[in-house]
Structure formats: structure tokens, C-alpha cells
């Protein structure tokens, strides 16, 4: 814990995160942003050639696709919904006296048709299973977005609003199957060329309750998720930078994503934490890029 708090306090000193106010919600400096912006272009050096459709979606998403995914289910502790004023100007007036009077304002706001984006992949199936059925190759997507997970932390590994890169692979059980030992070979090649030590582990999603525990030891056992560790804050506890999914049918039955042949398809994805990888390169190689590894700073600028 606090390893955490002097590492956050370092990075607010040297202007790399900027404090706001709320644990877990920072700004970033543009040299915290170049490295970003360095790794990302890494990323498509390992990536590019594969021809993945590259596709953006803003930080929020359609609240009845998010409904649909089932996220309130496994993980209602995390999510984070966009709520707005929709009353007349009769509610405004009072709306205005509770402000005034320190009192809660907030519950009469509203649900909106948006909520904040849980994983970059999210918005995707929907989107692609609205295309009809996938080409004979599969499917190959690139993501990019800020994500929200409400989870405040004093740890600067643990933000509520981060970005994760993706890579989201639809097809037979083989082909997803491959893509991810793929990118779980890459990711360790990528990480070793900028100098860092990793140890790729089998994991969990953070499911919710008690019946939420035989989830995850059932996506344990079968393998179902890995995560790429870094030493960030705590050498004996690493922190997750990347992790490898494979959802066997489950996205592929609840969207109806259908091969060429019309059976289900079968995905995975690739989920690069961007912030965590930053900050993994700032404790390692220290708080000023220029101090940084000779064949750190070639491998991330040329
Ligand atoms: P953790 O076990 O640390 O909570 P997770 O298993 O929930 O992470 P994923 O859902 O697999 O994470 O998200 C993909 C990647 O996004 C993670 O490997 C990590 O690098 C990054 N990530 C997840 N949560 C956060 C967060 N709160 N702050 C920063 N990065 C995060
Ligand atoms: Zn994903």
C-alpha cells in the first residue's frame, strides 16, 4: 500500500499524473502521453501486418447493448452509468434549492441511453453481428478506448478511467485459439524489447458475490483468461499489463455471431492496459524518458 502512495506521489511530483480530486481519476502529462502514444505504435508494429478492421468507438456505450452483454450480473460493482437532468423548469427550481442547500441533487437525475464503456471490446459483437454473417477468414478488429471501472484506489495501476487497446479475434475454436497464443508470444517479445520482466499467469474476472466465485474458478480451470504481470508497485505482486481471453461461444450464442457455415462463432481478445504499461515503464526505467535505456528509447522512438 504504501509502495502505491509514494509511487502516485512521485508521478503527481513529476507532473506525469495529475491530481484531480478523486482517487483513480487522473490527468496525464504529454510525456506520460508519448510513451503512450510510443507503445501504441509498437503495438502495430507487432499487429499491423495481420489486417485487423480498426474500429473506434467513444468512451460510452449504447445502454441496451450493455443490458444485453450481462455485465450487471458478473460485475454490477464496477460499472458506471451516465444519469442527466430531464425535468421541466419547475424541477430545475428545485433542483437549484436542493444544490444550494447542500442536499443530494443527484437523485432525480435520469438514466440516459448511455453508459461508460467496461472494456474496449464491449460495443464490438454487437456491432458486428448486426453485419450478418462473418467472412470465411473470421474475424479481426483493433480497438482503442478509455474505459470506466469504478473501482477508486490509491494504487496509480488502478484508475477508474484508463485506456485499453484490443485486439478481438471471431472465428473457429482453432483460429481464436491461435490468435491468442499469438499475441500472448508478442506480448512477451514486445515487453522484453522495452526492457521489462514479465510472467504470464492464469486468471479471473473480478465476479461479483458468492455465486460469482464458482465463475471464476470455472474460468481458472478452464483456462479461459491469462494475464501478462509486471512488477509496478510490488515485485511480489505483479501487476496485470495485458490480458488473453478466450469467451469460447458465450459473446458468439448472445449476439448471434455466425461463421460462414451459420454455426457460432468463437472469440477472443487481447486487452492491452496502456496506462499500466506506462506507468510498469516509468518505475522500471525511472520518471524522465531521457534517463530511459538506450535500446528502451530505440524500440519505443526509433
Ligand atoms: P484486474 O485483475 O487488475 O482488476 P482485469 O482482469 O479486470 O484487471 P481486464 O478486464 O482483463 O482486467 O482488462 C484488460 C486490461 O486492462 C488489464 O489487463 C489491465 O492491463 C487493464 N486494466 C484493467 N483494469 C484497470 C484499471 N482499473 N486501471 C488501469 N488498467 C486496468
Ligand atoms: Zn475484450
Redesign the pocket.
Known amino acids: 500500500m504504501d509502495m502505491q502512495v509514494s509511487f502516485l506521489d512521485r508521478l503527481f511530483e513529476a507532473g506525469l499524473l495529475i491530481d484531480t480530486g478523486v482517487e483513480?481519476l487522473y490527468g496525464r502529462s504529454g510525456q506520460f502521453e508519448d510513451v503512450i502514444a510510443a507503445f501504441e505504435r509498437l503495438i502495430d508494429r507487432f499487429g499491423g501486418a495481420d489486417g485487423a478492421e480498426a474500429i473506434r468507438f467513444p468512451p460510452g456505450m449504447n445502454r441496451a447493448y450493455f443490458e444485453k452483454s450481462g455485465y450487471m450480473k458478473s460485475f454490477p460493482q464496477l460499472a458506471g452509468t451516465v444519469h442527466s437532468f430531464c425535468g421541466c423548469e419547475l424541477d430545475h427550481v428545485s433542483l437549484m434549492k436542493c444544490m444550494d442547500e447542500g442536499g443530494d441533487w443527484t437523485g432525480e437525475q435520469k438514466a440516459t441511453d448511455i453508459v461508460l464503456t467496461p472494456?474496449a471490446c464491449y460495443p464490438l459483437y454487437p456491432t458486428v453481428a448486426k453485419r450478418g454473417r462473418l467472412p470465411a477468414e473470421g474475424g479481426l478488429y483493433d480497438l482503442q478506448s478509455y474505459?470506466f471501472?469504478h473501482?477508486p484506489?490509491t494504487d496509480p495501476?488502478?484508475?477508474?478511467l484508463?485506456r485499453?487497446r484490443?485486439y478481438v479475434c471471431m472465428g473457429t475454436q482453432d483460429h481464436v485459439t491461435d490468435f491468442r497464443q499469438r499475441w500472448m508470444d508478442r506480448g512477451v517479445q514486445m515487453m522484453d524489447a522495452v526492457g521489462l520482466t514479465v510472467e504470464i499467469d492464469v486468471?479471473?474476472?473480478?465476479f461479483f458475490g458468492r455465486a460469482g466465485r464458482m465463475l471464476a474458478n470455472n474460468q481458472r480451470d478452464q483456462n479461459l483468461?491469462f494475464?501478462?504481470l509486471i512488477p509496478v508497485t510490488s515485485a511480489a505482486k505483479p501487476?496485470?499489463?495485458?490480458?488473453f481471453?478466450y469467451h469460447q461461444d458465450a459473446f458468439g450464442t448472445k449476439w448471434g455471431l455466425e461463421l460462414e457455415d451459420g454455426s457460432t462463432a468463437h472469440t477472443a481478445c487481447v486487452?492491452?492496459?496502456l496506462?499500466?504499461?506506462a506507468l510498469a515503464l516509468f518505475a522500471h526505467h525511472g520518471l524522465d524518458v531521457k534517463d530511459w535505456p538506450a535500446h528502451v528509447r530505440k524500440a519505443l522512438w526509433g
Open positions: 483513480g472494456a474505459c471501472r473501482e484506489s495501476a488502478r484508475q477508474q484508463f485499453m484490443e486468471a479471473n474476472d473480478p483468461k494475464e501478462l501487476t496485470a499489463c495485458m490480458s481471453n486487452g492491452f492496459g496506462e499500466r504499461i
